[in-house]
């Protein structure tokens, strides 16, 4: 884990009744003593910060969805106040609408991040505090570690368009489209066939069946990927409904997919991401020294393998020691200011299982 108690009861008790100092160490993490008063106040700033970013891309959002609708408004409003054939214009529009989502996808994924890092605080850190057993669960610290030093989204492109189509978009698609028949079916006068609204559909050069084509399969393309993309749940950073629309057949459309055979209930997937793991053989004159500050500063364990260097022909022991990627400077540090002959190999550990890394199922 990345941090130890050494002690869950009151800061003014040490368990056998006597007093202890409110200075003391309570908290042990990544080898620094910090006292409770350090590490609750890094936390919240931490949590602050990550706020007012999540919130800076939320308006950024935000800012996107309104260009679509201002876009829209004002499109409709020019090709529907004419009854010449301005139908061009809404198509012209629904390709600039489709911008405006693919760059609030790509907003989304930032904004999922931020949302993410949250989320592990809230989850895992403040609200550890009011439940039994009143500490973080094993793996928050280094998801969180994980997410601060190697940031990646946690939520693919493609899921990131289908959520914000099948939020606000999916809605202005069908303005737009019922808008396009309607400007054709009535302008200038109401269509008596089918052959004459193909007709009016053409634009210049272009014929009015390949337009009619074209639109009908955009349009599906753009409804396939919203269904198709509604049972991912890489993000868990945002407050999301159960189900993610208030129309009851595309309600029980998204549940078919997101249910589970023998569950009645969705359960979102929590991305899960360990820092990169090595194992490191230092060869020291010196070996308890090193292994010494291991312990007490890095909090790994160490193991002696007796060794012989057969050039020398001398026997000492090698240290084996399995750290994450952040620890190993430290680590290299500490071999260093004891025995600066000493000699390292370090390996990358494919994985490591067991106290203090992933559980040994």
């Not at 559909?201 to 599906?220: D, K």
């Not at 308890?288 to 500050?293: F, K, L, T, V």
Request: net charge neutral; aromatic share 12%; with cysteine.
């Amino acid at each position: 884990m990345g941090y130890t108690t050494e002690d869950s009861r009151p800061i003014s008790d040490n368990g056998n009744g006597a007093a202890r100092n409110s200075n003391d160490p309570v908290w042990t993490f990544r080898g620094y003593q910090m006292r409770p008063a350090e590490f609750n106040a890094a936390m919240v700033h931490l949590y602050r910060a990550e706020i007012q970013r999540a919130n800076t891309w939320r308006n950024r959002l935000d800012s996107t969805t309104n260009w679509a609708v201002l876009s829209t408004g004002a499109a409709l409003s020019f090709a529907l106040s004419d009854p010449g054939h301005h139908h061009g214009v809404i198509i012209l529009n629904t390709f600039l609408v489709l911008l405006f989502l693919w760059i609030e996808a790509r907003r989304y994924r930032y904004y999922e991040l931020w949302s993410l890092r949250t989320r592990l605080m809230e989850t895992d850190f403040f609200a550890a505090m009011l439940a039994p057993p009143f500490a973080p669960s094993p793996e928050w610290a280094e998801q969180l570690s994980e997410s601060l030093l190697h940031p990646e989204f946690p939520i693919s492109v493609w899921e990131a368009f289908g959520r914000r189509f099948r939020r606000n978009y999916m809605w202005i698609f069908l303005i737009l489209a019922a808008a396009w028949i309607f400007k054709n079916f009535l302008h200038p006068t109401a269509v008596t066939s089918f052959d004459e609204f193909v007709a009016r559909s053409a634009i210049g050069m272009v014929p009015g069946i390949a337009i009619l084509g074209v639109g009908i399969v955009f349009n599906a393309a753009m409804f396939l990927v919203g269904f198709l993309t509604a049972g991912l749940t890489q993000a868990t950073g945002e407050v999301l409904p159960k189900w993610e629309s208030n129309v009851p057949i595309l309600d029980s459309m998204w549940r078919a997919m997101q249910e589970d055979s023998e569950t009645s209930r969705a359960k979102p997937v929590k991305p899960v991401r360990s820092r990169k793991e090595l194992l490191a053989l230092v060869i020291s004159n010196k070996p308890q020294a090193i292994a010494d500050r291991v312990l007490r500063e890095l909090n790994r364990g160490v193991t002696a393998l007796h060794g012989k260097g057969m050039y020398a022909q001398q026997e000492r022991d090698v240290l084996m020691i399995a750290v994450t990627v952040t620890e190993m400077n430290t680590l290299k540090a500490m071999v260093k200011a004891e025995d600066p002959s000493a000699f390292c190999i370090v390996a990358p550990a494919q994985e490591v299982i067991g106290r203090g890394f992933g559980a040994l199922a």
